[in-house]
């Protein structure tokens, strides 16, 4: 996640609990605070030394880690056993309580080294703020909803601390469990720290926020040249690593027929990026203009608004760079957008 926090970080530790996805390896249901999605996944799984953790849901209220433990606890496991954290991305609601959990324990961080875009946060929260609301003016929100767009409350509250890795999750490295070794695929798009975790000798997959059984619309922007191109390009990256029988999502059921699956997600990218390139059709405009004809606008509180502003300004960065739209800038600095061609249907 990232956006607006949730209207209280605390969660019910009764709603926490663990499925045996197979020997060695536990689904955790930990909850979280937001009212439009209830729970993120971690993930234990067996190994020599103890337990390896796959995220840890986000901090915000002493209830968090109580859930973590209540969940760790259904699978006859505790947090002392737990040797290694293993992030997928550097969201909230996957590393919240890393930097609690590294206090707390002597345990080994593995993250993808891309973390500035959560951790700038943390580091320098006015000058993110500052960051944050000159983009929003420049995709063109109106100033009534720019305090919306910037906050940095998201962050501050619900992470526990920076919690840089000991051990980088770079392309190609493993590591060892009892189900044999996880291999790490750089997966950038949803986050630019984003990797996913292929377990070949089981043909599983942790695939964090990549895929879903709805598709996860967030893309971070502001924080690498192409964040859409670099989806799509997960997308095939995820599909050419096997695919997996089974992938273990960030949120939601474990999920099999992964090749449909991953062509749902690669045609759902597509219908929305077509959404944005034709709300051009009617002439040009700032990113949240076309935000609100692609999408809708929504209330200024909205989850969604933050993330539908958050794609199109994604969206419109590909379709610059593939030169089927050009932008340029108004008086006030807001970054118009125009399609290069006839936008005619051919007859
Ligand atoms: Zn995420
Ligand atoms: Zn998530």
Redesign the pocket.
Known sequence: ?SGPPPASWAVDPDQAGARLVQDGLWRLRIPVGWEQFDH?NAYAIEHSGGILLVDCGTAGDPSCAMALERALADADLRLEDVTDLIVTHV?S??VGLAAELRRRLPITIWAHPYDDHTYSVLEDPQGTYERRVELARRAGAPEGRIEAFATVREELEGISGIAKPNRPLLDGVEIDSALGPWRVIETPGHSPSHVCLVQPDHELAIV??LLCAAYIIWMEYGWTPDPAGEQRNSFARIAAAGPPALVLP??GRPLGEVDALVASHQAEFARRLGLVRDALIEGPATAYEVADRAFGAGSAEDVLAFEHLGETVCFLRLLTREHAVAQDQDDGGRNRFRLTADPAPAQ
């Open positions: 996640m993120v969201h609601d996957h964090g926020d960030g949120h």
